[in-house]
């Protein structure tokens, strides 16, 4: 069974840092790409990171960039996000996802639909 378990996230003031992380479990996803993708209150998901399964290759949107760095851990099978400079507009339901499909090394999934597997997700709120 595959599994996708994120954890850290919790209250923070404007201005402050967090770090994200997500296990995964029942298989390797050493070669595929993965990303985090969050969910507002009433509102749509939206990726803010991927990373290629190198490692080599990171996006993110206009949004986050400067503020969220992704990264992974081969070794131990998981993936981070780490988020600097928070704001309000970023309290959401964070979710770590992976693609079930074999790419290129620099290859990132930017579309929700190219993730087949997603965790639960982890509350982040942003206070003012």
């Known amino acids: 069974q595959v599994q996708l378990v994120e954890s850290g996230g919790g209250i923070v003031q404007a201005g402050g840092s967090l770090r994200l992380s997500c296990a995964a479990s029942?298989?390797?996803?050493?070669?595929?790409?993965m990303g985090w993708i969050r969910q507002p209150p009433g509102k749509e998901r939206e990726l803010v990171a991927a990373?290629?399964?190198?490692?080599?290759?990171?996006y993110y949107p206009d949004s986050v960039k400067g503020r969220f760095t992704i990264s992974k851990n081969d070794a131990e099978n998981r993936i981070y996000l780490y988020m600097n400079s928070l704001k309000p507009d970023d309290t959401a339901v964070y979710s770590c996802?992976?693609?079930?499909?074999?790419?290129?090394?620099?290859?990132?999934?930017?579309?929700?639909?190219?993730?087949?597997?997603w965790g639960q997700g982890t509350q982040v709120t942003v206070s003012s």
């Open positions: 029942g298989r390797s996803f050493l070669n595929n790409p």
């Open positions: 996802a992976a693609s079930a499909r074999y790419t290129g090394s620099t290859y990132t999934a930017r579309g929700l639909l190219e993730y087949d597997y």
């Open positions: 990373i290629s399964w190198s490692g080599s290759r990171t």
